[in-house]
């Protein structure tokens, strides 16, 4: 028999935004932005509790209108620009586990600028956390064109150099390049210790769910932003 964890989901969303402002409400094809994290982490078969982290009153009163829980009210310096993922999860963690009286097995970070994540995604990252026994599992997307072998860097008397110092030239065919994925940005799910006593998101043991290239999309411009609408709209 598998095991059964207790995950806690948490959807951090703060009010202000530099790129986009009042970026987790934008509409995006006819929906709140943040909303389409709600509905994947009340769809996913094994999330325990889902709560939206926010200092922002309105981001409240939306999210709880699309089926989320605002049971707390994030401290305001949990909120500003330079605040870190890492602390606004642990005081979720904390404050949750006092009000729901349990410790929690695993929690699921869901960034509201990732909306094309699925239920299916959540459920395959923490099917794949328990199947491996893993501590850690984060979504990855392949990068593409933009291989680190074809990079480069500009030295400081002007010469152009390969950033990776045995890098490929850069008309090397992309299939022949090994794979590499940089994080998308659409789930961090840890064990509760890896969060609370190792201070990460990503443990030492951590595995990867590779997202479809169409589907990650991270938006922190209103170009990603017009590029979700166009997407979510042909739903």
């Known amino acids: 028999m598998s095991e059964r964890l207790d995950i806690l989901g948490i959807i951090p ?25 709600i509905e994947a ?43 870190r993922s890492l602390p606004v999860v642990q005081h979720g963690v904390e404050v949750m586990e ?64 390969n950033f990776v110092e045995r890098g490929f030239e850069d008309m090397r065919p992309r299939q022949e390049l090994p794979p590499v994925y940089i994080r998308s940005g659409d789930l961090y799910i840890a064990r509760r210790h890896v969060v609370m006593e190792l201070g990460t998101l990503v443990g030492p043991h951590c595995r990867a769910i590779v997202i479809p290239k169409e589907r990650a999309v991270n938006i922190d411009t209103r170009l990603d932003l017009e590029r979700a609408e166009e997407m979510l709209g042909g739903r």
């Open 41 to 83: 982490g009340l769809r996913s078969r094994h999330l325990t509790r889902l709560v939206v982290s926010t200092e922002d009153e309105e981001i409240a009163r939306v999210a709880i209108e699309y089926g989320a829980a605002v049971p707390f009210k994030r401290p305001v310096e949990l909120s500003k620009d330079q605040a």
């Open 13 to 37: 969303a703060r009010g202000g935004s530099k790129g986009i402002p009042r970026k987790n409400l934008a509409d995006v094809a006819g929906k709140p932005l943040i909303a389409y994290s």
């Open 98 to 161: 006092a009000l729901d009286g349990c410790t929690y097995d695993a929690v699921a970070m869901l960034q509201p600028t990732t909306p094309m994540r699925t239920a299916d995604d959540i459920d395959q990252a923490i099917d794949l956390l328990i199947e491996t026994g893993a501590d850690s599992v984060i979504s990855v997307v392949d990068v593409g064109a933009n291989h680190p072998f074809r990079m480069k860097r500009i030295l400081d008397d002007g010469r152009l150099v």
